[in-house]
Nanobody
Framework: VQLQASGGGLVQAGGSLRLSCAAS????????MGWFRQAPGKEREFVAA?????????DYAESVKGRFTISRDNAKNTVFLQMNSLKPEDTAVYYC?????????????????WGQGTLVTVSS
């Protein structure tokens, strides 16, 4: 499975961005999908995850709850991350990942495939 993330860019604090991650080269389902991010000088961290079913469960990091929404369109092999009320501390490279387990998970070690990352910069 190859993952291609897109949608990053420069936005002012309080603004919104929508990230997309398109999967190819394999079966999109029943992979669960996740978004992670890595800020300069920091460890990569979990952001959000969604179970393989389009009506499946989601999980979010506390820092993004109420601001970010993960969703997926299995017909288009695409997962999205809608980011609202962005803050400067959301600045990072955002990575999408796929795990061969149907449940939404926050643990990086459980993800099998990773995209190349897309840069999100939030100015104050």
């Amino acid at each position: 499975v190859q993952l291609q993330a897109s949608g990053g860019g420069l936005v002012q604090a309080g603004g919104s961005l929508r990230l997309s991650c398109a999967a190819s080269g394999g079966t999109f389902s029943p992979y669960s999908m996740g978004w992670f991010r890595q800020a300069p000088g920091k460890e990569r961290e979990f952001v959000a995850a969604i179970a393989w079913s389009t009506s499946g469960s989601t999980d979010y990091a506390e820092s993004v709850k109420g601001r970010f929404t993960i969703s997926r369109d299995n017909a288009k092999n695409t997962v999205f991350l809608q980011m609202n009320s962005l803050k400067p501390e959301d600045t990072a490279v955002y990575y999408c990942a796929a795990a061969g387990i149907p449940q939404a998970m926050s643990a990086m070690r459980l993800y099998d495939y990773w995209g190349q990352g897309t840069l999100v910069t939030v100015s104050s």
